[in-house]
């Protein structure tokens, strides 16, 4: 039997530490998710996020989230064992706590940190060693 919703883990090294309570759930699709779902308006940013949820399962990636006092949406541990960190902002006003949720995830994980990226809707920049990348240009590098 297919599985339809899947539940993302908290990122830790320690396996007591995964074991979170909080845990966020996606769907393997977002038509699917908008069919059963409650909502009143069109949510393009939870709907973005679940398309780089599907994308980064679809690539064979293992997404785990982070959260401390901020959020990173989706940590992937490379066969390097290096660390991207993934925030999913579907606007071009990115608000600060998407920047200060990767800030803080590499303070506490400094040395493991390969890269840090922000999906927007079109900007794309480079600072601050987070990297900003329009989410349609992101699915057709992977």
Known sequence: MAKVLFEVPHFAY???????PNRKIYCIDNGLR??????FSEDEGKLAENLVFVELLRSGATPFYW?????VDFVVKGPDNFLTAINVSYTDTIPAREREGL??????FSDKVKEMIILTKDT???SDDISLIPL???LLRK
Do not use: D
């Open 124 to 126: 794309e920049q480079v």
């Open 14 to 20: 320690s396996l007591q530490a995964q074991k979170r």
């Open 136 to 138: 349609w240009k992101w």
């Open 67 to 71: 959260k401390k006092k901020k959020e």
């Open 103 to 108: 800030q803080e995830f590499a303070a506490e």
């Open 34 to 39: 908008n069919a059963v779902s409650f909502r």
